[in-house]
């Protein structure tokens, strides 16, 4: 049993259209606060997605659900203990190690946030696989078009964070939501 949140989701209140800068940094920090506070109970989403942010009537706030996903992991006490997981998730969303049916830690989770803020940001996904080896191949291998090169005059300091929870090696992303 969950609460009920009034409300879209955030693909349902915004679809395909960039939002404001300033609403990409929001639902970034509310989604980044939540991650954390999940990774500290040592529970890893693994499905982060517009269509899994819940934003209220009014367009603010941002809540994160589905957990279906999340049920089936938990971490050990320490960050640095991973988890082998089948291969499940939205393609688009997935990391690397996730698509590849390596292990995944927290740090999954801050991929596939930035992966949606990529796509808030500019309007569109970074990569479209349409199957496991694709998502495999494009998540783990294909370079990453910059948010700056697809929308003009993007802010070099989202450009940053953006790229680094998109490094392919785990080790590069931020090791924490809370970073």
């Not at 927290?106 to 946030?113: G, P, T, W």
Request: proline residues 6%; glycine residues 6%.
């Amino acid at each position: 049993v969950m609460e009920r949140i009034g409300g879209p989701s955030l693909r349902a209140r915004f679809g395909a259209a960039p939002l404001p800068l300033a609403e990409v940094v929001e639902v970034g920090w509310k989604v980044a606060t939540a991650l954390h506070d999940l990774h500290r109970q040592h529970v890893i989403h693994l499905d982060v997605k517009p269509q899994n942010i819940m934003v209220g009537d009014d367009g603010g706030g941002a809540q994160l659900v589905d957990f279906g996903l999340a049920d089936e992991i938990r971490l050990s006490a320490t960050r640095v203990s991973r988890v082998q997981v089948d291969i499940s998730g939205t393609y688009p969303y997935m990391s690397p190690e996730q698509c590849l049916a390596e292990n995944v830690d927290s740090r999954s989770d801050i991929y596939a946030l930035g992966i949606m803020l990529y796509e808030l940001a500019v309007g569109r996904l970074p990569y479209h696989p349409k199957t496991i080896a694709e998502a495999a191949r494009m998540h783990a291998r294909e370079a990453l078009t910059l948010p700056s090169a697809v929308q003009a005059n993007f802010p070099q300091e989202l450009e940053a964070i953006i790229v680094k929870c998109l490094a392919k090696d785990p080790n590069l992303r931020y090791q924490t939501a809370r970073e």
